[in-house]
Structure formats: C-alpha cells, structure tokens
C-alpha cells in the first residue's frame, strides 16, 4: 500500500513537472519593443552634424505635440526603403523629426539627404553607437515616436513601412480633432 | 658605482610602473568581459554580448566600458540596461515574485531528496 502511495506521489511530481516546464515552452521569447512604450525617453545627448557647437538632447524636443526620433544611416538599405514615409511625415505640422545618424561619415549623410531629402529638424551624430543604447534602441533603422510629454507612444525596429505611418498618422490624427 | 644603482632603481621604477599599468587594464577588460558576459544579444538571439560581434553587441560593449569609466558599479550598468531593454537582457535572473519557483524550485527538490534519503537510512538503521 505504501509502495503504491509513494509511486503515486512520484507520478504526480513528474507529470507536474513535465506540465510545468512545457508552460515554459509556451512563453514568447522573442524581444518586444514595446517593453518601453510609456516610458519617458531617456536622456542622450549628440552634437548637430552641421554644428559640432550645437548638442542635440531632450531638450531640443520642445514646441510640437509629437516628436519622432529616427536612427538612420547612409550605409543602410533599410533606411533608403524607409525614407519615402519619413519625408511625408515631415511635411505633419504637430511632429518634429530628429534624425540620429548611426556610424556614418558626415559628407555620406549630407549626399544621402541631398539625394533623397531632409525630413529631420535636427540630426545628431552617433559615432560609437552610445547615442543609440542611450535610446534603448537595436540597430539602424528604429524610429520612436514620442508624445509633447517625451514619453514613448510606439516604437518601429525596423524600417517604417505603409502600416507603421498610417499607425503614425492615425495617432496625430487623433491628437489633432481633439483640439 | 652608486650611479649604476641609480640607474637600476629608475629601471626597475619604469618597469614596475609598466606592469601596473598593463594589470589595472587587464583587471578592467575583465570586468568588461564578466558584465558582457551576462548580457544577451538581443538581437542575435541565444548569443551573449562577449560571443556576438553584431554591432548592437559592440555598441553595448562600448557602453559598458564608457559607464565603467565614469565609475559605475555592475549592478548600476545592470539596472541601466534593464530599464532600457527590460529584464530580458540579463542571462541571470533576479530573484522576484514572478520567478520565485524559478529559484526555489531546485532548493525544494534537493530538501525533499534529504528528508526522503534520512528517513531511508533512519529506518535501515532501526532494523539493525
């Protein structure tokens, strides 16, 4: 009876076991950006491309409701794909766009934006990628899009697509009939 | 005479301020190396920072040695990183509620095995 008792007693830790762990499987192991979305950004600080005189930090997010902060390259073709949709978000008048440009050469950045436009107010050199990390971000493209409160609303890892900036739109849009 | 033994101490002055300077980098590589270590490449998944040479590894390479220098604890580069990338970034866990059983669970196993192997020998040695 006892013999009994005890294998009963081990069954049920394994199978408990067994059912534990495959919970485990279960769980997404996949990295989430969304960790940080409504979070306040925190600080970084990168001197202007065109002035080395000039950093740009949180405080050069000031007087619009929205602000994306875009880390781009020349050297990368994501950035060329995504492109087209920051320039048209440029043109929204509640949003600001600082560029971060991530381990370029300066007369490279300047060429691609002479070439392709300037969607950005300001751009903030990142010659050792600390800019980026300071910003929480993975690799070149990422975008955050930031409230007037600095706080993160959405993040793209990854080149923006036709979602992302109808995603973009619809935020601003709806900021904008609320006033 | 006495000039050569100048010349000596200055020598060994020299030399010793050389190795000091080649340990205290070494003592500080290594304490990059142990944090990287512990830290996951997000991106190039199953892969720490100290085994990735992806550029996201090299940027948080680089960052660990900046705040390093501008005297930051481990525990505090730690807590910058997982507030940015959240818990996920460090291989290991801290101990919280959400992963109490996590911990606790190998501790349990290895108490239970206790009790179980003391009552075996404790009736063994009533039969004798």
């Known amino acids: 009876m006892i013999k009994k008792v005890q294998f009963g007693i081990l069954f049920l830790i394994i199978i408990g076991s067994f059912y534990f762990f495959s919970q485990g499987l279960r769980i997404d192991r996949e990295f989430f950006p969304d960790k940080n979305i409504g979070t306040k950004l925190s600080n970084f600080s990168a001197p202007s491309i065109f002035n080395n005189e000039i950093i740009i930090n949180k405080d050069s997010l000031k007087n619009k409701k929205f602000y994306i902060i875009n880390i781009w390259s020349s050297w990368c073709a994501p950035c060329r794909e995504e492109h087209p949709y920051l320039m048209k978000l440029s043109r929204e008048k509640l949003l600001k766009i600082i560029g971060i440009n991530y381990k370029d050469k300066k007369n490279h950045a300047i060429k691609f934006l002479k070439k392709f436009g300037n969607p950005y107010s300001e751009i903030g050199i990142d010659n050792n990628g600390i800019v980026s990390i300071d910003l929480g971000s993975h690799g070149v493209p990422e975008t955050i899009l930031l409230s007037e409160e600095k706080i993160i609303i959405a993040k793209f890892v990854g080149p923006l697509n036709k979602n992302d900036y109808i995603k973009i739109i619809k935020i601003i849009k709806n900021n904008e009939s609320a006033y | ?128």
């Open chain 2, 1 to 128: 005479m006495n000039l050569h033994i100048k010349k000596f101490f200055i020598l060994l002055l020299i030399l010793n301020c050389n190795l000091s300077i080649a340990f205290s980098e070494e003592l500080f590589d290594s304490r990059i190396k142990k944090i990287s270590k512990n830290i996951r490449c997000i991106i190039c998944q199953g892969q720490s920072i100290d085994d990735s040479n992806s550029d996201f590894a090299l940027d948080i390479k680089n960052f660990i040695k900046i705040k390093l220098n501008e005297g930051l604890s481990e525990k505090q580069i730690y807590e910058l990183l997982k507030n940015k990338y959240g818990q996920w970034i460090v291989f290991k866990p801290e101990l919280n509620y959400s992963n109490y059983l996590l911990w606790g669970f190998p501790y349990f196993i290895f108490l239970i095995g206790g009790v179980y192997i003391f009552i075996k020998i404790r009736r063994k040695i009533i039969k004798f």
